[in-house]
């Protein structure tokens, strides 16, 4: 499967391209978002995350993750990033947002259109995610879109000390029992 194009009423998801480089490392790269992922380094330059969109696209190719740019209709480069990484039927959704677009909504919009997606074409049985403590916004985020919290586990994290990392989960009936039976694609259209 190639990577859809997926738009919401103020925002693309798109395949990640080699000119979203220079944001990704701009807003990734910040502490307050690259602080509180398990994923993007810190610093984070343009040549690092050259690389990163390189092994999407070869993740994407072996049907292990598609990760989406979240680009707002009126600005030029991307926002953030939201995704999956799979294995069968279970996927684990992630996203973060440049600190300059926090508070705006963009974050639940886009991870919402992306469950759509798992639930409806990719056919997932449950979705999967978790936030730092530290990052009770994530955890808001979550609950909008209809997970349930299933505990904290304690990890280590970047820095070599122990916090608390929260879980949740989201079943395909779950998800599917609260949707409104309107058409779902009412609200989001994917395009090749």
């Known amino acids: 499967m190639t990577l859809p ?11 990640l391209q080699d000119t979203d480089a220079p944001y990704l490392a701009e807003l990734g790269g910040e502490w307050a978002v690259a602080g509180n992922t398990g994923r993007i380094p ?4 343009a040549a690092m995350a050259a690389e990163f969109i390189a092994a ?14 979240i680009c707002a209709n009126d600005v030029p480069h991307l926002l953030g990033c939201v995704g999956l990484s799979f294995e069968g039927d279970v996927a684990e959704l992630g996203y973060w947002l440049g600190q300059p677009y926090w508070g705006q909504g963009f974050a639940s919009e886009a991870a ?7 639930f409806q074409q990719l056919k997932m049985r449950r979705l999967t995610s978790d936030h730092l403590l530290r990052n009770p916004a994530s955890g808001r985020v979550l609950a909008k879109l209809g997970f349930e919290f299933v505990g904290p586990r304690l990890v280590i994290w970047r820095d070599g000390q122990t916090c608390d990392l929260l879980q949740y989960q989201l079943n395909y009936a779950d998800w599917a029992t609260a949707q409104p039976t309107k058409d779902l694609y009412d609200s989001v259209s994917a395009s090749q």
């Not at 999407?56 to 740019?69: S, T």
């Open 42 to 45: 810190h610093p984070y330059t």
């Open 5 to 15: 194009t997926l738009n919401t009423e103020r925002l693309t998801l798109r395949a």
């Open 112 to 118: 919402r259109a992306v469950v759509q997606f798992a």
């Open 56 to 69: 999407c696209r070869d993740n994407q190719l072996a049907q292990r993750e598609f990760i989406f740019a």
